[in-house]
């Protein structure tokens, strides 16, 4: 069974730049999570997808980001127009729809690293 | 707030020798936990939740409410066991990550 899938895995624009970074989920996972870790620091939370609708977007840094999730496949965040802080690792993960600590058991994609100059 | 807290950033040990990982976490309600891992090359995974009490390649976690504290441990540290380990509240279907410790495990 193929796993968590992200595109690019590697990302290098410039400031005030777009970019869009893909992640295909496990077929059958309804929840889908984006997560970013910024050098040194943790990683973080962005936002999660049940399905096709957002279901908490507080991780959100700003307006920025706009993350989609067209039919409950495959989602995108979009970074527009990036900033030097911007930079880090983008992971996404998905999980099956239970309730509870089963949804914690989430199946990571390889990041995609992008990085802003 | 809402925390998880792994005071080392790495922890070097040699083959045979115990292990002990701190994790603390701040939370009001009941915890849930569990301890990712991310080996050389490979992708984050789950290693063990704090509900199951199971043991993991020979690793174990006991929740300790007292000291809000997830500790994972093992008696003899192999050297395939160096990584990268996060330990991980999960609050509202999202996992709130610490920053991780590596461990290094030399021959």
């Known amino acids: 069974e193929a796993g968590v899938t992200q595109f690019p895995s590697h990302s290098v624009i410039e400031k005030g730049q777009t970019v869009t970074l893909r992640c295909d989920p496990i077929?059958?996972?309804?929840?889908l999570y984006w997560y970013r870790r910024v050098m040194g620091k943790e990683i973080k939370f962005l936002l999660h997808?049940?399905?096709?609708?957002?279901?908490?977007e507080s991780g959100m840094p700003n307006n920025r980001f706009l993350a989609e999730r067209t039919g409950g496949t495959y989602s995108t965040l979009k970074v527009q127009p990036a900033e030097l802080e911007d930079s880090g690792v983008y992971f996404c993960?998905?999980?099956?729809?239970?309730?509870?600590?089963?949804?914690?058991?989430?199946?990571f994609g390889p990041g995609t690293r992008l990085t802003v100059t | 707030a809402q925390r998880v807290t792994q005071p080392e950033k790495l922890l070097s040990v040699f083959k045979g020798a115990p292990v002990e990982l701190k994790c603390n976490y701040s939370?009001?309600?009941?915890?849930?936990l569990f301890w990712y891992v991310q080996y050389s090359r490979q992708r984050l995974q789950l290693l063990l939740r704090?509900?199951s009490r199971e043991s993991i390649k020979g690793f174990t976690a006991d929740l300790n409410k007292g000291e809000t504290s997830f500790h994972l441990k093992k008696p003899f540290a192999q050297e395939e066991d160096s990584a990268m380990y996060y330990c991980?509240?999960?609050?509202?279907?999202?996992?709130?990550f610490g920053t991780g410790t590596r461990l290094q495990v030399f021959p």
């Open positions: 993960a998905s999980s099956q729809l239970f309730s509870g600590t089963a949804s914690y058991e989430q199946y």
């Open positions: 077929s059958g996972h309804d929840n």
């Open positions: 997808f049940v399905k096709e609708s957002k279901q908490d």
């Open positions: 939370y009001s309600g009941s915890p849930e």
């Open positions: 704090h509900i």
């Open positions: 991980a509240l999960g609050v509202t279907d999202k996992l709130i």
